[in-house]
C-alpha cells in the first residue's frame, strides 16, 4: 500500500482517455455501462477501515480478566450441583441458582459494555449519513443528478463549486481548487485541461476526490473512484497505524488484573485453608468460587462505563462528540495539544485587521460578528479609501440575503475581496447601490504578474480609476499621496512612514493591500477598452492607504490557551501556514505569550548572528516544515525540550505526525487536531486525535477519536476539564466500589473460620453489586470538581494512577473494614434477637447446615428444623445487605470528596446522588419487603431495628472520614496526608 | 507502545527482588521499617478500637436480652416433628429381625433417649390435669408435668427390652420440638399413614396417639429445666407381605389448627415421613 501510486492518465489527452475507459468526453457513459460498473467497481465512497466483526467484539466484552474468572466461578457452581445431584442430595439447588445468576449477570454487562461500543461507533457511520453527495453527470448526453456514491469510473462529471466527487480528470474548461485535505496547503490552486506535470499529485488536470472546488467549472472524466483515489489509499494508509490504547484502558487494565491476581489469590489460599480444616474438596471449591465472587467487583466495569458515556452525552452539548469513549479521561490526561491553526485557533475566514491612512495605523474589529468598526472615520482620506475598497472589488454577495448580518453572509469571490467587501459594506453602508452609482467601465483582474487589480468607474463627471494591489507595486504607479483628504507628493517622511506601516503590519502576519485612485476627464476610457490597456492608463495616482487582512483568532482561543496554560498544558501550534502569520497569530493567541522570544529575536535585540543565539535565552521557537526536513534524528526533542512555546509552520501533515511521536517520546499525552486526510495517520498515532466536524473530512473524523462540532480550540479546553472531572469522579467512584467487596468478603473468612452459619449469601452479594449499588457510584459522575482542577498539573499517567496504594488500603483496610463490623453486629444482633446466642453461634456451621438436623436446639431450648434454620440464614443475609446498604449510603457520602469537607462540597448539592440514594434504600426495601423474595432470592422481610443497627457505624464513617479529610487539609505532606490521601 | 515492550526477565527478577528488599533505603516491601512501625500501628489502633466498639455493642445487645425468653419467636411458630431412634443415614429403617446386632443401634437409641423419662427422674414432676393447657405464666417457678413412660405401653421398653424389633413389630417414638410458649389448640394427635395400604398395622400409644395439652406451654430451657416433651409410640406391626420390602409411612399432627402439616417447603413442619425395611 505504501507504494506510490502510478498514474498516468493525466498525459494522455482526451480522445485516448475515451478509448481506454470507454467512454465519450462529450456524452458520457451509456446507463447500461455505468451500472455494470457499478457493480464491478462496488461504490464510490471511501471504506471505513475494517473493525472487528461485531461477534468478535461480543466475544472480547465476554472474555476479560475478570470476566473469565466468573464464568469458572459459575463452572464451580455448576459442577458442584452436579456433584450433589448425582450423590442424590437434592434440595441442594443454590449451586444451580448461583451459577445461572452469574451466567446471566456477567451475560447482561458483556451486552451492556457491547451495546456502549456498538454505539459509539454508530456515531461516526450517521456522520456520513447526514448529507449524501450529488454529483452533476452526464450520461447518454443526458445531465443528471446523481448520488455521489454511484459515480463510476469514465463518468463524465460537470463540476462546480462544490466538493470534487472522485478523481477528475479535466477534459474542458477550468476551476480552482482547494487541496488542503489532501496537502495541507490551503491557497485555492488552478485546475485546467493542460498536462502540467510528469507527477499526478503536481499535474493541473486532475482534481481530486474530497477537495473543495472554490470557484469556476470543470468538466471531466472520472478516472478512479473510492478506495482507488489518491486520497482513499492515504486514508487505508492510516488504517496501517495501531491505535495507541488510552490510558485508562490501561488504567482499568491493570487494575482488573490486580483485582482478579488477589481473588485468585484469596480464593487458592481458602481452599487450602478449608482443605487443611477438613472440608471435602467439593465443599472447599464452592468457598473458593463464592470468595471470587464476593471479591471481585462485578458491578465496576458497568460503573466505569457509565459514567464515561455520561460525560461523553455532557461534552456532546458542548460540541465534542467522542467517538471512543476511554478517550474522555484521556483529554483529561493531555499535556500537548498540537493544533492546527486556520479554522481551530482562526476563525477561518479573512477580515480586515488594520488600515494605515494620513500616516496612522488604524485596528478594525475583527470579532466574530464585526459588530462595531471603531477606529476613527472622521478623516477625508478615509472618505477616499473606503471608496476605492468598495469599488475596487469584484466579490458580491450572494442574492437573497438581506436580512442575514452582514459577516454571515455567503459571497461570491476570493478571501481577500470578500473581506474586503463585508468590510465596506459594515463600514460605509451598502455596497451594491454604491456600485449603481458609479458603474464599472472596464476592469484588469489580479493576476499573479501584475499583482494588482485595476478598475475605472464613472462617477458623473468625471472617471475614477482604482487600483488595488501588493503595497510597493502599487506605490510604484503612484505620484502623491492622501493626507487630510488632500493629495501631497510623496516625500521621504511619507515613505518612511509607509514603510513603517508596511512593515509593521507584515510582521503581524498580515496580508497587506495597498489601494490608491485617480480622478480621470469623462470618457478618458471608453467602454470596450481592452482591460490590458488599463496597466498603462494607471500610472501617476494618488495613494490613498493600507488595508491589512488576517484570519483573526476566535475570540475564545486566547482565554482557553491561558487556561491551557494554568492546567499545564502546553499548545504547540502546527500549520502549514507562513512562518511569520503563524507566529503573528500564536502570539494573538498567547501561543507563544508575551515577552517570549524567538532565536530571531534575541539576535535581532543583541545584534548577534542567529548562530551565536544561546537557545535556552529563547522561549518560544518558530520551525519550519523545510527545517523540521533537515533535522538529525532526536534534534526535535531536544528543541521540544528546549523551548517551552513552539510553533511549526510550513509543515506538511507527515510531519504532523514525526511531531506527535516526539511529544510521544518525551513521555507526554497528546491530542491532535486535524482535519485533512492526510492528518489521519498523525490523529490514529495521537493519544486523542481531535477532528474538525465541519472541515474534517470523513477520513479524519474516522482516525479521530473525538469530533469538535463547532472546530473550536475552546471546546477542546472544555474536554480537558471535564476529562480531568471524570478522572477524580471516577478514582470516587471506583473507591465507593471497592469498600464493599470487603465486607462481601469477611463473611466467607468467618464463615469457614470460625464455622458461624453463613452470613451473606452468593446471590445477595450479586445483588449488592449489580443492582443497589451501581446508582449511586454512578452518580458520583456527577459530582462537581472539589477545587479548580484547571489550576493543577496534567496527572503522569505513570505515577498518579486512578487506583493506588492509598486509595485500596483505605477503601479495603479502613472503610471496608468498619462496615464489615456494621454487618457482623447486626447479624449477630439479628441471630441472638431469634435465640441464637453469639456464642452459640460460633463453631454451630456443621449441625446448622445439617439438612438430617430437624431438631437443633437454640440457646432456648428450642427446636429448629433445617426449613427454619435456613428462613433465619435468609434473615442473615438480608440483614448482612442492609448493614452494607447502610454504611454504603455513609460511603458514597465520605466519596463525594477527597479532600474537601463533606460540608463544604454541600452534603445534598449533587441531586443526582440524593436520588440515588434514596433509589438505592427503596430497591433495599423492595428485595426485603416484597412476597415470594425468600423463596427467590433469598431476601427476607426484617424488623425495623435491624436497620438500625448499621446506623451508629455509618455515622462512624462519616465521622471518620471528616477527621482524615482534616487531617490532610491541615497538614499537608505529612504521614497522615501521604497514608490516607487517595 | 514502548508499554508493550517486554522488560527481560532477569531484570523484571532484579526489580521484584528490590521490592522485596532493598538493601540501599532499607525498604522491606516498598516501605522502612519506621514506616511498617507507624502504618501497623496505625492499624493496631484502628482495629483496636472497631474491636472494642464491636464488643461493647454485642454486651449492649446481650444487656438487653434476657435469657429466660428469646425476643422473638415468630421464625418458629409452628413446631417440626422428630422420631427416635434416628437413622444416621436419611430417614430409613433396615434391619432383620432376627439378627439382633443390625438393630442394637434403635435399641440403644431408645433405651438412652427414654433414661430421661425414668420415673427416678421425674420425682420432682408434678400430675397435671390431662386435657387442658397447663398455664404457669404467673409462677415464679415453672412446674414440669410427668410424663409416664407406662402411657407407651408395649414401646415402653419394660415390657419388650427390644421394643418389638425382634418381633417385627418396631416402634418408633414421635416427638414434637420444643417451642416456647407454643398452646396447641383443639385436641392434637399423631396419625401415621403408610403409603401403600396392606402391608402394616399401626398402633398408638398413648391410644389414638394423643398429645396431652397438660405438657404445654413449654417455658425455656431455664426456667422450664426439667421439662419432658410429650411422646407418641407408633408401633408399626409388619404383616408378612410387608417383609422385604420398604414401607414408606408418613407422620402427622392432626386435630390441632394451629400446628401446621402442609407446608410445602418444610417436610418436617407438623409431618415427618420415614421408611422401613425388614427383613427375617
Known sequence: MKRELELDDHKLDVKELEVKYSTSATKGLSEAAATERLLRDGPNELRPPRGTPGCVRFGRQLAGGLQCLMWVAAAICLIAYGVQEGEGDRGSSDNLYLAVALIASWSFTGCFGYYQEFKSTNIIASFRNLVPQQATVIRAGQTLQVNAAELVVGDLVDQGGDRVPADILLAAQGCKVDNSSLTGESEPQTRSPECSHDSHLETRNIAFFSTMCLEGTATGLVISTGDRTVIGRIASLASGVENERTPIAVEIEHFVDIIAGLAVLFGATFFVVAMLIGYPFLRALVFFMAI???????????????????????????????????????????????????????????????????????????????????????????????????????????????????????????????????????????????RGRYPKVVELPFNSSNKFQVSVHDAGPQQLLVLKGAPERVLERCRGALRGGEERPLDPRWRQSFEGAYAELGGRGERVLGFCARWLPAGSVPPGTAPEALAEVAHGLCFAGLVSLIDPPRATVPQAVRKCRTAGIRVIMVTGDHPITAKAIAAAVGIISEGSETPEDVAERLHLPLEQVDPRQARARVVTGAELAAMAPGTLEHLLRTHPEMVFARTSPQQKLVIVESCQRLGAIVAVTGDGVNDSPALKKADIGVAMGIAGSDAAKNAADMILLDDNFASIVTGVEQGRLIFDNLKKSIAYTLTKNIPELTPYLIYITASVPLPLGCITILFIELCTD??????????????????????????????????????????????????????FVAMAQEGWW????????????????????????????????????????????????????????????????????????????????????????????????????????????????????????????????????????SWWDRELYY | MSKETKKPFRQSMAEWRQFIYNPNSGEFLGRTAKSWGLILLFYLVFYGFLAALFTFTMWVMLQTLSSDIPKYRDRISSPGLMISPKPDTALEFYFNRSDSQSYSEYVTTLQNFLESYNDSKQSQNIVCTPGQIFDQSDAAVKKACQFNISQLGQCSGKEDANFGY????????????????????????????????????????????????????????????????????????????????????????LGSPNLKNQDDRDKFLGRIAFKVLMSE
Request: net charge neutral; hydrophobic share 40%; with cysteine.
Open chain 1, 774 to 827: 451501581i446508582f449511586p457510584s454512578v452518580s458520583l459522575a456527577y459530582e462537581r470538581a472539589e477545587s479548580d482542577i484547571m489550576h493543577l498539573k496534567p496527572r503522569n499517567p505513570r505515577r498518579d494512577r486512578l487506583v493506588n496504594e492509598p486509595l485500596a488500603a483505605y477503601s479495603y483496610f479502613q472503610i471496608g473494614a468498619i462496615q464489615s463490623f456494621a454487618g457482623f453486629t447486626d447479624y
Open chain 2, 166 to 253: 425382634s418381633k417385627g413389630t418396631p416402634c418408633v417414638l414421635v416427638k414434637m420440638n420444643r417451642v416456647i410458649g407454643l398452646k396447641p389448640e383443639g385436641e392434637p394427635r399423631i396419625e401415621c399413614t403408610p403409603k401403600e395400604e396392606g402391608m402394616v398395622n399401626i398402633n398408638y400409644f398413648p391410644p389414638n396417639g394423643v398429645m396431652d395439652l397438660m405438657y404445654f406451654p413449654y417455658y425455656g430451657k431455664s426456667l422450664h429445666a426439667h421439662y419432658l416433651q410429650p411422646l407418641v409410640a407408633v408401633q408399626l406391626a409388619i404383616r408378612p407381605n410387608g417383609t422385604k420390602e420398604e414401607i414408606a409411612i408418613e407422620c402427622k399432627i
Open chain 1, 292 to 434: 471470587v465472587v464476593a471479591y471481585v467487583p462485578e458491578g465496576l466495569l458497568a460503573t466505569v462505563t457509565v459514567c464515561l458515556s455520561l460525560t461523553a452525552k455532557r461534552l456532546a452539548r458542548r460540541s465534542c462528540v467522542v467517538k471512543n469513549l476511554e478517550a474522555v479521561e484521556t483529554l483529561g490526561s493531555t499535556s500537548v495539544i498540537c493544533s492546527d491553526k486556520t479554522g481551530t485557533l482562526t476563525q477561518n475566514r479573512m477580515t480586515v485587521a488594520h488600515l494605515w491612512f494620513d500616516g496612522q495605523v488604524h485596528a478594525a474589529d475583527t470579532t466574530e460578528d464585526q459588530s462595531g468598526q471603531s477606529f476613527d472615520q472622521s478623516s477625508e482620506s478615509w472618505a477616499l479609501l473606503s471608496q476605492v475598497i468598495t469599488l475596487c472589488n469584484r466579490a458580491q454577495f450572494k442574492p437573497g440575503q438581506e436580512g442575514v448580518p452582514v459577516a454571515q453572509r455567503d459571497v461570491i469571490g476570493d478571501a481577500s475581496e470578500t473581506a474586503l467587501l463585508k468590510f465596506a459594506e459594515v463600514t460605509s453602508g451598502s455596497v451594491a447601490a454604491a
Open chain 1, 838 to 973: 453469639p456464642l452459640l453461634v460460633l463453631g454451630l456451621r456443621p449441625r446448622w447446615e445439617d439438612a438430617h438436623e430437624q431438631e437443633l436446639q437454640d440457646s432456648y431450648g428450642q427446636q429448629w428444623t433445617f426449613a427454619q434454620r435456613r428462613y433465619q440464614q435468609y434473615t442473615c443475609y438480608t440483614v448482612f445487605f442492609i448493614s452494607i446498604e447502610m454504611c454504603q449510603i455513609a460511603d458514597v457520602l465520605i466519596r463525594k470528596t477527597r479532600r474537601l469537607s463533606l460540608f463544604q462540597q454541600g452534603p445534598f448539592r449533587n441531586r443526582t446522588l440524593v436520588v440515588a440514594i434514596v433509589f438505592q434504600v427503596c430497591i433495599g426495601c423492595f428485595l426485603c419487603y416484597c412476597p415470594g423474595m425468600p423463596n427467590v432470592f433469598n431476601f427476607m422481610p426484617i424488623r425495623f431495628q435491624w436497620w438500625l443497627v448499621p446506623m451508629p457505624f455509618g455515622l462512624l464513617i462519616l465521622v471518620y472520614d471528616e477527621i482524615r479529610k482534616l487531617g490532610v487539609r491541615r497538614h499537608p505532606g
